[in-house]
């Protein structure tokens, strides 16, 4: 089949537009965007933790996204310890969350390497099937400070 013929078919067979659904964010408190943060956090396979022991390395967060519970990180050490442990806890001042990725993206800075993790590693093939752990760590904690 050529070409144009593929192209045309694929026009033909597309139902209608989806439009996206925008969320704003009304933050009125500090302990607002928390709650949020620690929400999103455990939506993405992280968890709040209250002691860093257990944990084979120690991280320290520049600030954390609320939206989708993310934490910079930014060149504190080399970069492969991100995919070589297990288990990482990154530390967090819990006043320095910001509501939205938008927000987020005003602070970023990159000097070498730069990386948002909201989670342990997930990766799934074709068939679907879900594996933890495969790129980076399985398990990562947050403790809020």
Partial sequence: MSRSKILKSI???INSRVDRE??????????NLVDRFIDSLKRAGG??????????????AKFAVAQN??????NEIDRKVY?????I?????KTKIVATMKEAMGLVEIDDFAIF???????ADIEQSLVIGAHGAKRLGVKLI
């Fill in 22 to 31: 925008f969320t704003t964010y009304n933050i009125e408190s500090i302990d």
């Fill in 83 to 87: 995919s070589y442990y297990e288990s």
């Fill in 117 to 123: 993790m909201s989670g342990p590693s997930k990766t």
């Fill in 47 to 60: 968890e709040i933790v209250d002691t860093i022991d257990g944990f084979e390395i120690v991280l320290n």
């Fill in 89 to 93: 806890v990154i530390l967090l001042d």
């Fill in 11 to 13: 026009k033909q067979n």
């Fill in 69 to 74: 519970g993310a934490c910079f990180l930014n």
